[in-house]
């Protein structure tokens, strides 16, 4: 059977001093699989995006690593307010960030685009009121 | 593991070394173990910074220099000294003594290192402009830290300057003036005056460049011990020995190899930091992409830059103070220069450094994958978290290893074995899996048996760290 390793860590809505842990043990458990550092770059710049959206906009999140020799998938689930326009939200440049976020250096709206663009695969799904799942896919052969 | 890549100027001497793992745990990469009682340098992971040097209470870490006497192997002989040399003593002992008592003991030219930054200053604005879409650019002044980049952030490979440090530059300008005013190659020493083992190691075994420049290291200690018992003996300079004749400084760059002395004259954002702590907490937010929008960054392995090298004497703060009223001195023309020695200037041989001013690339190193092979690096993840479960998060040390996560890593690369711990032996003689007997052996093989004679520091050689620690 292929080896598969999965991770799971908790993210607190509103909390930007601990925004970016998760990705950050992401990363460092990449460097020791010895995956290549091009795609530790764009695994690691997508895991951030959606962690700092779940701080941003969640009230609490889940983020599910699982990876193997084939490929890396993280699902980045939170109860939050929703997404109502998903396509909207895909949008470079669309935000619903506060200024105070935006003041923060966060919420310039290019997160999910983002997200998209250094990954294989996207998919978001969401519930008005309820929450938010994206899943990503890198595939690494 | 394998292939040493680099060569350390940092060596531990086992006759000396009492086991107390003071270097084990300051080490930022973990490269240290104690086995049988004595610390162990795991040789790839090492980067040379020397915060074991320091932590070492019964001075087992020595750094390794050339003989003195190695300078009188040539006809010229060259001392190239950094500024923080001066910043060593205190105010009475002038710039004009410490070149005399250079020149006494055998040194027939001095050249001061920052000489070399003004030219390196206009390549990196230079290069910054031509790799616009390289950001933010990390200088290459501090080996430590070139080091660290390559075993522990590889991913900014590519961000290194790639440009020699101030060292070589001088070095190189200073041989090519005396060939160039007749002197004969062979006959020629250059000898660098260092604050650090970084810069030794370098030295001795460049991490891109194949040749160095210089000849010979001496420690900055041994040099800062033989200038001020001659001062304290009331040797005068001028009076005993000529004056020598060097060349004058910049103000503004006597003061590079300090905290923000390249990152205040570089363009667009620059920050300095320093301490390689500090280095590698911001190296791993630049990895997680919390950080963008830097152009350039100074990185030095040392609290204070090189006036906190591991082989300086004086106060680290008073050398920065000194060091700055310095060239503030200098820049209202209130220092008192010495003659000028005259011959070509290094601005004259500006074209010629600039197209030598290159690096070769460096190359990765990483130390971090548990295996090459990614499957296997999996299931020997799978391993390491089975064994977390059992180990206690204490990061005691009692193993031999520095914290109980580099312990789990150990014993899945065949290095170490569970029972080292000494929460699992206790476990174990609880379950009447080992005997108490056992147990001790596990531990002496770990620590040594004098650790459990009592009386570890012997009355002869005590030890001066000890109790005031």
């Known amino acids: 059977m292929a080896e598969r390793m999965q991770f799971e860590y908790n993210v607190d809505g509103g909390n930007f001093t601990r925004a970016g842990y998760a990705s950050s043990e992401i990363k460092k458990i990449l460097k020791k699989l010895n995956v290549d550092l091009a795609v530790i770059k764009r695994t690691v710049v997508a895991s951030y995006e959606g962690e700092v959206n779940i701080v941003a906009h969640a009230y609490s999140g889940t983020i599910y690593v699982d990876i193997d020799t084939e490929r890396i998938r993280i699902r980045l689930q939170d109860e939050g307010p929703g997404i109502p326009d998903i396509d909207k939200a895909m949008e470079e440049g669309f935000s619903t960030a506060s200024s105070q976020v935006r003041e923060m250096g966060f919420g310039a709206g290019m997160g999910l685009p983002n997200m998209k663009k250094n990954t294989d695969r996207m998919e978001i799904t969401s519930e008005v009121g309820k929450g938010t799942t994206v899943e990503i896919e890198i595939v690494l052969k | ?469």
Not at chain 2, 261 to 281: F, H, Q, T, Y
Not at chain 2, 294 to 300: H, N, P
Not at chain 2, 361 to 377: H, I, N
């Open chain 2, 1 to 469: 593991m394998g292939t040493t890549f680099f060569h350390h100027a940092l060596k531990f001497r086992k006759d000396t070394c009492i086991g107390c793992s003071h270097c084990m745990n300051v080490c930022p990469t973990q490269a240290i173990r104690i086995n049988g009682g004595k610390a162990e340098l795991t040789d790839n992971r090492c980067v040379d910074c020397g915060k074991c040097y320091m932590a070492c209470p019964v001075g087992a870490i020595i750094v390794e220099q050339d003989d003195l006497s190695r300078i009188f192997e040539y006809e010229k002989r060259v001392a190239l000294i950094p500024n923080v040399l001066l910043g060593q003593f205190p105010g009475e002992v002038s710039f004009s003594q410490i070149c005399s008592v250079l020149m006494e003991i055998g040194f027939t030219h001095i050249f001061e290192v920052e000489q070399s930054t003004g030219i390196l200053h206009e390549a990196i604005v230079e290069r910054m402009q031509q790799e616009d879409d390289i950001r933010p650019m990390i200088s290459t002044f501090c080996p430590a830290i070139v080091r660290l980049i390559q075993v522990r952030f590889p991913m900014f490979i590519n961000n290194l300057l790639l440009l020699k440090p101030p060292l070589d530059i001088a070095a190189t300008y200073y041989r090519k003036k005396l060939l160039d005013e007749g002197a004969d190659a062979e006959k020629t020493g250059v000898f660098y005056i260092t604050p650090c083992a970084a810069q030794i190691a370098a030295i001795k075994s460049p991490v891109g460049d194949e040749e160095s420049p210089i000849t010979g290291v001496i420690n900055m200690d041994f040099i800062y011990n033989r200038i001020y018992t001659k001062v304290k003996q009331g040797f005068s300079g001028s009076k005993s020995c000529s004056l020598p004749a060097i060349q004058p400084l910049n103000p503004e760059d006597m003061l590079w190899s300090l905290t923000e002395g390249e990152s205040r004259r570089m363009p667009g954002r620059a920050l300095a930091i320093d301490e390689v702590s500090n280095v590698i907490e911001f190296l791993e937010k630049m990895e997680n992409e919390e950080i963008s929008n830097i152009d350039y960054l100074e990185l030095r392995a040392c609290d204070q830059s090189c006036a906190g090298g591991i082989l300086t004497s004086g106060n680290r703060f008073f050398t920065v103070e000194r060091l700055r009223k310095r060239a503030a001195r200098a820049a209202s023309g209130m220092l008192n220069m010495l003659p000028d020695e005259g011959g070509k200037k290094i601005a004259d041989y500006a074209t010629y450094l600039k197209e030598n001013l290159r690096v070769q690339a460096v190359k990765p190193r990483s130390m971090d994958k548990l295996d090459e092979d990614m499957g296997r690096a999996l299931s020997k993840m799978r391993r390491v978290r089975e064994i977390m479960n059992d180990l206690p998060y204490v990061d005691c040390g009692l193993c031999g290893s520095p914290t109980c996560s580099s312990l789990a890593e150990d014993i899945v690369q065949g290095l170490s074995d569970i029972s080292h711990c000494i929460y699992i032996q206790k476990r174990m003689e609880d379950e009447g899996r080992i005997s108490n007997k056992d147990s001790m052996e596990i531990m002496k093989r770990i620590w040594g048996e004098d650790k459990f004679k009592g009386q570890i520091l012997d009355q002869n050689k005590k030890t001066q760290g000890y109790e005031s620690n």
